[in-house]
């Protein structure tokens, strides 16, 4: 068998394709989940500060830049990754995405008061309990926010590739 090396231009072309996220994840004072309804998806309602990267920005730039959008916090660095994120393609979207969590720290009842939501994307605020979080989630998107709680308790990023978009 012969391998042909395609031009970098033609084996690119022929690589999957990945939108790629940055998102902060915030607990309060008590380890509760600090999450922001979306006015803009039903499909997945609660989320974290985050969105998908501009070109050339690295995840950590995106997580920073959409968390001060999306509620006015301004998180400090250096970064500390408490999971990668993966899911393939689907019927809704047509590429994979590839996402990095960080880890914004615990906030004071002073910031969670004083965090000012962008309207065209958040609505609401809450500060849940794992259990209360469950009845108000998918099934997947509170796997991933057990995962993202877990690696934070241990101290060692998760790796959560089950968050793939619909078939």
Do not use: N
Not at 81 to 93: D, E, I, N
Not at 135 to 153: C, F, I, K
């Amino acid at each position: 068998m012969t391998k042909k090396w395609l031009p970098p231009e033609e084996f690119a072309a022929s690589l999957p394709k990945a939108t790629v996220f940055g998102a902060v994840f915030f607990t309060d004072e008590d380890d509760r989940p600090v999450q922001l309804r979306a006015t803009y998806s039903s499909t997945h309602p609660w989320q974290w500060p985050g969105g998908v990267a501009d070109p050339g920005e690295r995840p950590w730039e995106t997580a920073v830049r959409e968390c001060r959008e999306e509620t006015g916090l301004v998180v400090p660095g250096p970064p500390r990754l408490l999971a990668a994120v993966f899911g393939l393609p689907g019927r809704q979207w047509p590429l994979s995405t590839a996402g990095y969590v960080f880890d914004g720290g615990r906030l004071t009842s002073g910031q969670l008061a004083g965090i000012v939501l962008d309207p065209d994307e958040h609505d609401e605020v809450r500060v849940l309990s794992l259990p209360q979080w469950r009845e108000l989630m998918p099934v997947r998107d509170h796997a991933r926010l057990e995962a993202v709680m877990a690696a934070r308790r241990a101290g060692v990023p998760a790796y959560f590739d089950t968050w793939d978009w619909e078939a």
